[in-house]
Antibody
Framework: QVQLQESGPGLVKPSQTLSLTCTVSGGSISSGGSYWSWMRQHPGKGLEWIAYIYYTGSTYYNPSLKSRITISVDTSKNQFSLKLSPVTAADTAVYYC???????????WGQGTLVTVSS | QSALTQPASVSGSPGQSITISCTGTSSDVGGYNYVSWYQQLPGKAPKLMIYEVSNRPSGVSNRFSGSKSGNTASLTISGLQAEDEADYYCSSYTSSSTPVLFGGGTKLTVL
């Protein structure tokens, strides 16, 4: 059973960098056909796809966020990470990591982590 | 880019069937069989319930079924149970600049 767990600061100051890591257990991040993704959900709102990374390092970003995002993978630690900079209050959301497939469905999700952007 | 359109809320009594619609365009729902449905319980992560329009992942009750007609996909829950009360989101691959879109979500209330 694949499990994902997000980690990172819950509070980030405006104009600074949001950094989150997702640790994958119960399976290899290097398995083919898995697109390791980040999504977010603003309070009381719907879901927004942010980006994905393949284990080879290939990435695909949401164009609306592309200029502020960096996503990376560390296969030795079975982890992938998200950096978003600079942040504003509009980036306050629950951030999820998830495993995506070739057909753009997401079958395993982390529990989510609330990141609040505030001074 | 607009989200897929879902009704804000639906309701039903235990034992009944309900259907949640998800309307897109020919660039997303209508153009590809890559529609998924997620159940989100309060304070929890989304759970995949249907993928590729009508397929159920292992472990998901066969009370949940999916279909598509034209630019509208549907999730049907039969034999409604209290535990089905949750928010439901559809998603679809899209040929637009963002590869995946989500619906705005539908709150299911079991009366």
């Amino acid at each position: 059973q694949v499990q994902l767990q997000e980690s990172g600061p819950g509070l980030v100051k405006p104009s600074q960098t949001l950094s989150l890591t997702c640790t994958v257990s119960g399976g290899s991040i290097s398995s083919g056909g898995s697109y390791w993704s980040w999504m977010r959900q603003h309070p009381g709102k719907g879901l927004e796809w942010i980006a994905y990374i393949y284990y080879t390092g290939s990435t695909y970003y949401n164009p609306s966020l592309k200029s502020r995002i960096t996503i990376s993978v560390d296969t030795s630690k079975n982890q992938f990470s998200l950096k978003l900079s600079p942040v504003t209050a509009a980036d306050t959301a629950v951030y999820y990591c998830a495993r995506g497939s070739d057909s753009w469905d997401f079958d395993y999700w982390g529990q989510g982590t609330l990141v609040t952007v505030s001074s | 880019q607009s989200a897929l359109t879902q009704p804000a809320s639906v309701s039903g009594s235990p034992g009944q069937s309900i259907t949640i619609s998800c309307t897109g365009t020919s660039s997303d729902v209508g153009g590809y069989n890559y529609v998924s449905w997620y159940q989100q319980l309060p304070g929890k992560a989304p759970k995949l319930m249907i993928y590729e329009v009508s397929n159920r992942p292992s472990g998901v009750s066969n009370r949940f079924s999916g279909s598509k007609s034209g630019n509208t996909a549907s999730l049907t829950i039969s034999g409604l149970q209290a535990e089905d009360e949750a928010d439901y989101y559809c998603s679809s691959y899209t040929s637009s600049s963002t590869p995946v879109l989500f619906g705005g979500g539908t709150k299911l209330t079991v009366l």
